[in-house]
Every structure is written in C-alpha cells, then in structure tokens.
C-alpha cells in the first residue's frame, strides 16, 4: 500500500496587504471619498456654503440632511465645505513639517557635534510644551487666521520628524556601506541623499500618515477657540464654535463633529496599518515623550 | 629612497613615512599605528599581513583620511601629494579615484536600495562629473563584464540582495576600479567569502592588476594568500612593521621571530601535525604597551636588551627587520 502526499492546496488568492485590509481599508476609502468631495464640491454643491438657503434652525430633514443654523445655511453642505479647508491645511503642515523637521534631523544625524546640540536643543525647547498650548501662543501672537494657524503649526509640528529622522541617520551612517561610500570618494550630499535618507525615511512616513489626523484635529481646535478660520468660514471647528452658540440645535456642532470624527479615525487606521506594514517599532516612545 | 627594501629604483607611487594613529579613548590615547613606513610601487602587490589590531587595516584608512576620532601624523605621499592632513574636498577627489579601497564584507558594502548599475554610475559620475548618465550606463555594464560576471547588463538591474558574496565582492571591486585608480587597497577581500570564491576574488585582482598596472595593496592575516599573490610584504605587529620584504626572502628565510612564529603556525601539508602550533600569548592592547619590543613578551628569543628600547627597521639578510636579538649582542633573559 503506498501513501501519497499531497500538495497542500495552492492558495488562490494573494492575501492583501495589511493595509488594504480590514479597518485599514474603511479608512482608506473614508479619506479617498472625502478627497474626492473635497475636490468635486464645487462641481455639484446644490448651494453656496455661505448662502442662506431656507429659514433659520431647521432640523435635520430630507432636503436638509443635517438641517440649517442661525443663518438659515445648509449644515450638511457646509460640512462637506470644510474639507476644501481641512484637508488642504494639513496636507500642507505635514509636508513642510517633514521637509522641515528632515532637513534638520538629517544636518543633526549627519554631522553630530555641536551642529546636533544646537539643533537638537531647540527640538527639545519646542517639544517641552504640548503642541495646542504653544499653536495657539504662535497663532495668537501672529494674528488669529488660518494661514497664521498654519504656520503655528508647521513651527510645532516639524521637531517629532527631526527628532525621528536623526535616530535613523544615526544609525545607517554607521553601516558599512555608508563607509564604503566615504571610501569611494562620494560626497556628503551625495551620501546623505542617495545612501542615508532612503533607509531612514520609513519611520517619518507612516508617523506623517499618523498624524494627519492630528492636525486636522488640531486646525479645527485652532478655529474652535477663534484663532484659525473665522466665521463664516464653514471650516469645522468655527462651526462648533456657532453650534456651541445655539445648543440645544445639536445638528449644526455635530455636523461638523462627525466629519472631523471621519476623517481622524479614517487616518488613524491608515496609519496604523503603515506601521505594522513597515514594522516601525518605537514610535511610541518617542512620540510620548513630548506630547 | 628606498625603505623597506624595495630594492630597486622605481619611483613609489605612494610613499608613506612615520605614520602615526592615535585614537582617543576614555582610557587614555591608545597608539594603533606607530610610525610606519611603506612604500608601494606602481603595479606590484604588496601584502601588509598581521593580526587583528596590529593596525594593517587604520594605517590604510588613516592614509585615505577615513579614521574618526584620531590624530594622524606623519607622511603619505601619493604621486607627488601629501595626503596626511589634506582639506576633505581634495582627498574626496582621490578617494575612489585615485585610490580605492575595498572592504572585508561585500555582504554589506552596497548599497541596499539602488541598483548595481546606478551605483557605479554614482561612483563614476561624483569623479567624472561631465560623463552623460548614459555613457556611465553603459560604462557600469563594461565594468560588471569586466569583472567576469554574465549578463552583466541584467546585472546592472539587479539589487545587491539578490546577488551571492562572491559577486558581490566583483561588484565592490568593479566600483573601486570604476576611475582607474592608480593603488587599489584591498582589506581583507576575501576573508568574509567562500573558500572556493576566495581563489577566484584573488585572480582576479591579479588579473586586473596585470592589465590595468595598479598597485595592489593587500591587508590580510591569510599568509597562504599572501604567498600566492604578493610581490612584497610588510608583517605588521602592535603598530609597527616587524619585518617587511620580498615575499620569497621572507617566507624561506624569516628573520623576525615574530615573522617566524607566524610561519610556523601555517599548516603543511608535508608535516604530520599533531599539534597546532601558535604563538603563545595574545597581541598587546595599544593602552599598555611595553618599553621595549612590543612582541618581546611573547617571544621565545627574547634577551635582556628587548625590554629596554624598541628595536628599529634593519637590513637582516635579504628582508628588513625590527629586532635586537638579530643584532646579537646580549645576553637571553
């Protein structure tokens, strides 16, 4: 009698990356179909967000799916409004916040000595205080507006990136074939470039992914306490500022709540993903220690 | 001139004289090279063999200008350029150029995101800033076949990781041979590679030696690679060279005892042995060296006069060498 083995059954189908995968995915398609809003918007909107459209303090109904505020606006559509604010704001803190904080981890990595200590101190200055407290000192005494909210947040936001990006340089620049490139006659540039910044750019990356939505979060804190987008700006957080006003009109803050909610869950699973994907360890601590 | 017994009028391509390393360290400076003279002569080999520490490998890297966190003194002399204390701009131009180094491991010298291709178009282009990143293309390919790799344009597509040690060390010669280079330093280029890999890395720096009429630096501690490669040697030891000259003289006729113990530990084939032989002891760490010759501890020969003053380099026979004991006068110990 002979036994035979069989092949253990092929596997059909590829198993899919861990971030098109479960949560992951959810938030992956929340954040492609806000962008997509975001970018069509004026294309469709059935109405101006800054245009009174029916009586004042409707509730939520079927031709106003989240009713009107005190101006007779449609809250529904101002919502979807504040992602033409939202979205672009952080966008633009989180990439200049990673050149920034890039360009000054990696000079602090790279050379060390004092050029590290100058840098690095002023990372620590910036990072002691929590990063609302020290946007809204920035914003407040730059003039309260969103492209000064903006740079508030650019100037606490950068210092986690150099923080993390130095960690890194430090510990590829000492690997062999950073040597061998000295060696070689290559240049600094050249070496930080080509050799250096592409084996320690992971960790930065997913910890942008991460953040995004913390700073969208932050943009609308800014706007809520009257230092960032001002009213009638249907940016989300002057809108729970006018929500607040007329409270017991519950849809006009919650509104804006929910979409804030969206897209800072949406971000958080993407990012959360990234990080298993690329398995950045650490970033916990580091990120804790100052925020 | 000639020291350490080149023995012939040629011009040396790099001239090196009274080398010193120190390196700072929490335990006080520690002397890794203490004052070492070579000269290395256009398209011979030379071997610089010694155990680990004996500091073969920081003379080579100080010349380069390649040690941190070290004083450097002394005299390197490449084609008419002092090299010790030169600005990093100009020693960039000859790092790699000029003079290139390969390293131990090839597993991890590359690397690891670009391909093999761009990284010798890197090389070649931060040398020879005018070449078009085609031609460099196409150079890359020439330099992949030229060290005896197939396919070598599939080749230049290929990530480091997906190639075995032994082609890996082509890779890292191909690049340091990239801008003809006058000396090629090799340091210790086959120790991390297979035993049948390792003949063929050796032939084939030969080869391109032979070809290309560079000089071939060797740092090694193999002696049977030595022997079958080098024109002339330089046994170091704590710092200084022991004994150095032409590769026969030294291996039939050693007149170092340090040279010696060395030989006698290679094993033959001829020999039945029992027992493996060794040089009793361990090297001296740099922080506590003796007075006199560092190797006196561990020397079977050593007289009263070893652990007074350190010898110097003399004419012993047909090699030259650092020891008292070969001068005669004195009584053992």
């Known amino acids: ?291 | 001139m000639t020291v350490n017994g080149t023995g012939t009028g040629q011009v040396p391509i790099l001239q090196v004289r009274d080398l010193r390393v120190t390196f700072n360290t929490p335990d006080g400076p520690a002397p890794a090279v203490r004052g070492v003279s070579l000269d290395v002569l256009p398209g011979e080999t030379l071997a610089v063999v010694g155990e680990s520490g004996s500091g073969k490998s920081v003379t080579m890297l100080a010349i380069l200008g390649l040690v941190q966190g070290a004083r450097v003194t002394g005299s390197a002399v490449f084609d008419g350029t002092e090299l010790v204390g030169l600005d990093t701009g100009r020693l960039r131009s000859i790092r790699g150029a000029k003079v290139s180094m390969i390293f131990q491991d090839p597993m991890t010298s590359l690397n690891p995101v670009l391909t093999i291709g761009r990284q010798l178009s890197l090389v070649m282009r931060a040398h020879q800033p005018h070449l078009s990143k085609q031609a460099a293309a196409q150079r890359a390919i020439e330099l992949v076949d030229r060290v005896a790799i197939s396919q070598a344009a599939r080749r230049c597509e290929s990530y480091p990781h997906e190639l075995s040690g032994g082609m890996r060390q082509r890779i890292m010669i191909a690049m340091a041979i990239a801008n003809n280079p006058a000396v090629l330093i090799a340091d210790e280029p086959t120790t991390a590679l297979d035993v049948t890999v390792q003949a063929q890395i050796m032939e084939l720096l030969d080869e391109l030696r032979r070809e290309s009429g560079l000089a071939l630096v060797l740092i090694t501690h193999d002696l049977g690679v030595v022997a079958g490669a080098a024109d002339r040697v330089a046994v170091m030891y704590a710092g200084r060279i022991a004994e150095t000259g032409s590769v026969l003289p030294l291996f039939e006729a050693p007149a170092h005892p340090y040279t010696r113990g060395l030989l006698d530990c290679l094993p033959r084939l001829d020999i039945r042995h029992d027992v493996q032989v060794s040089i009793p002891g361990v090297a001296v760490s740099p922080l506590s060296l003796p007075p006199g010759c560092p190797f006196a501890p561990r020397c079977s020969y050593a007289i009263e006069s070893c652990d007074l003053a350190e010898p110097v380099l003399t004419q012993h026979g047909d090699t030259m060498a650092a020891c008292d004991v070969l001068t005669g006068a004195g009584t053992r110990r």
């Not at chain 1, 840098?119 to 914003?139: E, H, K, N, S, Y």
């Not at chain 1, 000295?182 to 084996?199: D, E, K, N, Q, T």
């Open chain 1, 1 to 291: 009698m002979t036994s035979t083995i069989e092949a253990p059954p092929r596997r059909r189908r590829r198993r899919r990356p861990p971030w098109l995968r479960g949560p992951a995915l959810v938030g992956l398609i929340t954040l492609v179909l806000w962008v997509l809003v975001a970018l069509t918007l004026p294309l469709w909107s059935p109405s101006d967000p800054l245009d009174p459209v029916a009586d004042r303090l409707l509730s939520p109904s079927w031709s106003h799916l989240m009713g009107t505020d005190a101006l007779g606006r449609d809250v529904f559509i101002r919502a979807l409004w504040g992602a033409r604010i939202s979205l672009p704001v952080s966008a633009i803190v989180i990439v200049s916040s990673v050149i920034l904080g890039t360009v000054v981890g990696a000079a602090a990595g790279f050379f060390g000595g004092w050029i590290d200590a100058v840098l690095m101190r002023a990372v620590d200055i910036t990072m002691a205080f929590p990063p609302i407290l020290l946007a809204m000192a920035i914003t407040a005494s730059l003039g309260p507006g969103i492209r000064n909210a903006l740079i508030a947040m650019v100037l606490v936001w950068w210092p986690i990136y150099a923080r993390l990006l130095r960690a890194q340089v430090i510990a590829v620049k000492q690997r062999e074939f950073v040597e061998s490139a000295h060696a070689i006659g290559a240049s600094r540039w050249l070496i930080v470039r080509r050799y250096i910044l592409p084996m320690s750019y992971t960790p930065v990356l997913v910890n942008a992914t991460m953040d995004f939505g913390q700073v969208v979060l932050l943009t609308a804190s800014l706007s809520f306490i009257g230092l960032g987008a001002r009213p009638p700006s249907p940016e989300w957080g002057a809108m729970i500022t006018e929500g607040a006003t007329n409270f017991y009109q519950w849809w006009i803050a919650a509104a804006a709540g929910i979409a804030i909610l969206l897209v800072v869950l949406a971000f958080n699973f993407v990012g959360d993903a990234l990080r298993d994907t690329f398995d950045v360890k650490d970033l916990g601590d580091m990120k804790d220690s100052g925020r």
